[in-house]
């Protein structure tokens, strides 16, 4: 553009020199003549100004339309092309989701207006880095990109924060003029604005050789009407599989909604009617399993709306297996309720045994889903034993030994014992109703915690977060996460002459709840999500579905929810729980995590496919340059001369000339 200017003015330079060729000298004999002649000399010099400036304008609309320029709100007005174009897409779950007023899902939405902005970057050397994938690809030709497999809807989350690190780092290898363009819905989930990742994000673009233009393209807008279902535990018990399950609603929940839920077995499907109140709904879904049926699998769906592919959770299930758990207490009551919480049908499949502390190292540990130690707190031997089982995804609920002890596991230790003033009691006040052992049922029900009385207690002191607390604000039971597993930390314990805690009301939810927690990771090889350690996605391994939902997408199996078979294993992938999250990140957010980058922001809330983000206008200024050179030539023009008469001697009348 800046020898474009320079050619703009060629003309200018050229009348100043010309100019200086003819240079005045008065002539008192002449004055007469200008003076005469001044009007016309000062219309001819407008002329000669207006002559021009059309030349100048003709050739600046030229270069101009040279350089192929592209208006566009997501672009701006572009006058020239970057060399590379990176291109980070979004295709997560959320990305299916269809935008309130139209019917075509935002994955395809931002495929479209991305091929319409990229066929006026012709020349520019484009490279993919989809967030399923995360590896950079050379796309051929932008009317390919829809068609890629590389671009086809998913069932992964995404994640924002690895992609543009990626990026950098390949644009540090690659150095070039370059715009980097983000297509996806916000999903603050899939951002994550607290990583602290985007703090050497931000230095990474900043240093680079030649800083890239961040161009952000939001398919935002409210959201369609939609409902999701998961599953969020499965778990086998004798000849029943016990489906924990959840629907979520978006927009409007404040009516009931009727919704038709399909259950898949080993090939066969039964529905089932239910009302949905609220934003979410929990209950829980029990499935009988044949006397044959060792192994299998399945899905629950719901039908289609505002997303497609949130409306199946699969599931896959092994042969039946009993529940161990172990109690590691010297006897006496509070064994004895434990024992009873933890099996309480002993003909069934929950099996529970009592040792000594002391005799807990040379345990056999394997098959054991849950342990509950009533001794002083693990010390030696034992303590590296129970450390070792909480790693590998076991859970222990710690009571308060019945005499004072000064042990400490986890850098957490018991206090001394405090009693309750006489006739008076410590009375469990608040606990956390979401979340721990002492969370509402599945179907919304709480427990009845307001009915545990203590005469005596010991408060968990140390590191951990407090889930529930006595009337006076202290501690009564808190959560130590190690590895996979869970150390929980109760403050009474179930004998009468500490408290009530041995009646049904309190210790068989904890005890119960510990078992399938710590039995959760026997079925783990059955049902995971796509992206985490779990789900596998080597090359190496074998990958066989199993299952015949419809799924409409050509994605890349690993990248896709079902039920496969990995090389001899089978297990259930579902989509992420975040995806299910309808939390989007805002303006000020985006501004603190790409702080000092040069980006821009262009929320695209159209749902028409037709429309496109930027058009060339390159034709408006070649015809710009016509109308300039046009209107030079006719100023050009030489000025019409009137007829003149001279009389002729002799003549009747005069003749024109």
């Known amino acids: 553009m800046l020898w474009g200017l320079f050619a703009a003015s060629i003309p200018v330079i050229i009348h100043l020199l010309n100019r200086r060729r003819h240079r005045t000298v008065k002539w008192a004999a002449m004055q007469f003549l200008l003076k005469a002649t001044r009007e016309s000399r000062g219309k001819k010099r407008l002329r000669h100004i207006l002559i021009l400036t059309c030349r100048a304008l003709g050739i600046a609309a030229l270069v101009t339309a040279a350089a192929l320029p592209v208006v566009s709100s997501f672009l701006g007005l572009g006058a020239g092309k970057p060399d590379l ?242 109690v590691v207490s010297p006897g006496g009551e509070s064994a004895d309720y434990l024992m009873l919480a933890a099996a309480p049908d002993p003909s069934g499949i929950q099996t529970v045994e009592r040792i000594d502390a002391a005799a807990f190292p040379s345990t056999d540990q394997s098959g054991i889903a849950s342990i509950f130690w009533a001794a002083p707190l693990p010390e030696g031997p034992s303590a590296v034993e129970l450390t070792r089982f909480l790693e590998n995804g076991g859970h222990v609920v710690f009571f308060p030994p019945l005499a004072d002890s000064e042990s400490s596991f986890l850098e957490i230790n018991w206090s001394p014992i405090t009693r309750a003033a006489q006739e008076q009691f410590f009375i469990l006040d608040s606990w956390d109703r979401k979340d721990g052992l002492l969370r509402d049922g599945i179907d919304g029900t709480p427990l009845s915690g307001e009915r545990l009385r203590a005469i005596q207690r010991r408060i968990p002191v140390g590191e951990a977060s407090i889930l529930s607390r006595w009337d006076d604000a202290e501690p009564f039971m808190v959560r130590r996460v190690i590895g996979r597993g869970t150390a929980w930390f109760v403050g009474s314990t179930p004998d009468y002459k500490w408290s009530n805690l041995g009646d049904a009301d309190v210790l068989l939810p904890i005890v119960q709840r510990a078992l399938a927690a710590g039995a959760e990771r026997f079925d783990s090889g059955f049902l995971a999500e796509l992206g985490s350690p779990e789900a596998g996605g080597e090359l190496t391994q074998s990958r066989e579905r199993l299952d015949a939902y419809v799924t409409n997408t050509n994605a890349d199996p690993e990248f896709v929810a079902g039920v496969y078979r990995l090389d001899d294993r089978t297990i259930a992938l579902n989509r992420p729980a975040e995806e299910d999250l309808s939390g989007v990140l805002g303006s000020e957010a985006l501004d603190r995590i790409l702080e000092g980058t040069r980006y821009s922001l262009f929320e695209d809330t159209s749902s028409s496919a037709r429309e496109s983000i930027s058009r060339g206008v390159w034709r408006s200024f070649l015809i710009a340059m016509l109308f300039f050179l046009l209107a030079e030539a006719l100023l050009c023009l030489p000025k019409r001369q009137p007829p003149t008469f001279h009389a002729t001697p002799g003549a009747a009348s005069p003749t024109a000339r």
Do not use: C, H
């Open 85 to 326: 174009i990176v291109l980070v897409f979004d295709r997560s779950a959320s990305m299916e989701g269809n935008p309130a007023s139209g019917s075509i899902p935002r994955r395809e939405l931002g495929l479209q207006r991305v091929v319409s902005a990229l066929s006026e970057m012709d020349g520019s050397r484009v490279v993919l880095m989809d967030s399923a994938s995360g590896t950079p690809q050379d796309l051929p030709s932008p009317g390919v990109i829809a068609e890629l497999s590389a671009t086809a809807a998913t069932d992964t989350a995404a994640d924002l924060p690895g992609l543009l690190n990626a990026t950098a780092e390949f644009l540090a290898a690659t150095p070039a003029k370059a715009e980097v363009w983000v297509v996806s819905d916000l999903q603050a989930s899939n951002w994550s604005p607290d990583d602290d990742r985007w703090t050497s994000i931000q230095a990474a673009f900043s240093n680079l050789s030649q800083p890239p233009q961040l161009r952000i393209l939001a398919l935002g807008g409210d959201d369609a009407a939609n409902q999701s279902i998961r599953i969020l535990a499965s778990r086998r018990s004798g000849d029943r599989l016990l489906l924990d399950l959840e629907v979520t609603r978006s927009g409007d929940a404040t009516n009931p909604l009727n919704l038709q839920v399909t259950t898949q077995l080993n090939g066969a499907s039964n529905t089932d009617p239910m009302t949905i109140d609220g934003q979410q709904f929990r209950f829980q879904k029990s499935l009988v399993l044949g006397d044959e049926d060792e192994s299998g699998f399945g899905w629950v769906s719901i039908p289609g709306d505002g997303n497609l592919r949130d409306n199946v959770a699969y599931f896959a299930y092994g042969p039946a297996r009993p529940l161990k758990s172990l």
